[in-house]
């Protein structure tokens, strides 16, 4: 049984654990040290590109129930993890020399796992293959997976924009219409006052913006081209973004009827409308300074973010329309990917579609058919989300108690509660009943 694995980030390193601990031959393939991403230091699998923390560790945020998921399914990046640990409060912040070096040695020490330092610019056709490249895929790479999957579907960088609780909004505040009187109930409307425009505008204008990374700063010219982020627009003059994606023309305020001075429109995010994104709001504000601005409009100002917008270099494909929540390609199912290629946001996110891969790639050659994990968990959600998400408006998406859908109609303040009890119930059924090692 041989599977071939291409980059040993977080998703590549945790699908090669996966697949030789049961026995399977991999061939692991990496290209660093020789030639390195436009962020990677090292030539050790699993870098950590930037920041040193795996995000919380309370089971009942999103983050901690994933991390719990994936322990249960012997994570080879979470037991790297608790190896480096660091002090971190609720956050599981680690060592990330630490870190990377507990995975490389471990995959150095499996004898079924032999590791190519190279560079793989074509896609091997006949045999298992996992792609995990992630978002700094060499070109040569990206070019062979764009004759695989369609050149249309695949993307060079993020431009999110921010999406927030809906049960931390204020509806009593906003209402729902369509510009264009298709449907009403898609877009969810932030009515301002010329005086709220403007305090909104001066603090946009005035807000701190993150600098990105160096490789970064050369590519900016052309992301702003196809996708200007908020404050960028805002630079422009002050009445911009009432004529950008603040407009109000075919918005009126159903309890005047007349338009308000300027609108931020909010899109659901999924079917039960649990989150909704702010639509033009990509942005490169610094974390603190988006909730601190954006909660200056009207109906969100308690809102709880559940991502953050960025616009930053991102390689992934647009997964609804080429992929299945197995992580195998449709039209090709001996092909694999995972991490933050496939639209995964973030390193436990990433380890997560390498888990998901590996143990598929497995069950495969055993002559097992892939598994679907259940939607109500929180690798099951992140998973529907990947293959079952518009494919027009696709962006990655991280890990958030917003992509949990089928939840019955109970008190806010017991929601999550229930969301996670029910996550943690289902995962441990279903794995039970599964019978892998
Ligand atoms: C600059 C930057 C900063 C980020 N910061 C954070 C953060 O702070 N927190 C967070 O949670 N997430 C962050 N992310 C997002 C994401 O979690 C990380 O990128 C994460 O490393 C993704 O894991 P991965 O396995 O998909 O890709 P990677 O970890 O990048 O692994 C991909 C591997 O494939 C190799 N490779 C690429 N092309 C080839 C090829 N053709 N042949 C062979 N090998 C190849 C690369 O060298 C690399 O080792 C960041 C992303 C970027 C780009």
Redo the contacts with the bound molecule.
Sequence with gaps: MKVTV????????EAAYQLAKRGVHVTL????PG???P??RTGK???????N???SRDIYNAHGLLKLELEKLDSLIMRAAKFAELPGGKALVVDRDKFSTFVTETLTSLKNVKIIR????EIPADEVVIV???????D??AESLQKVLGVEHLSFFDALSPIVDAESLNFEKLYFKDRHGWDDSSYLNAPMTEEEYYRFYEALLNAEVYMG?DF?KEEKVRYFEGCLPIEEMARRGPETLRYGPLRASGLPDPETGKEPYAVVQLRPENQEKTAYSLVGFQTQLKIPEQRRVFRMIPGLENARFLRYGAV???TFIKAPAVMLPTLQVKNRPNLFI????VGT???????M??LVAGLNAFLLISGKSPVVFPVNTMIGALLDYIAHSDPEHFQPM?ANIGLFKNIPPIRRKNRREFIVNRAIKEFDEWLKSLKIS
């Design positions: 291409i980059g040993g980030g977080l998703a590549g390193s393939f990496e290209m660093r030639k390195l991403t962020a990677h699998f699993a870098e950590l590109v930037c920041s923390s795996l995000k190279e560079e793989i610019t995990a490249t992630g978002p700094l895929t060499s040569r790479l990374h970064e930053h270099r991102n995972a991490g933050q290629l946001e973030g390193y436990v996110e990433a380890a579609g390498g991280n």
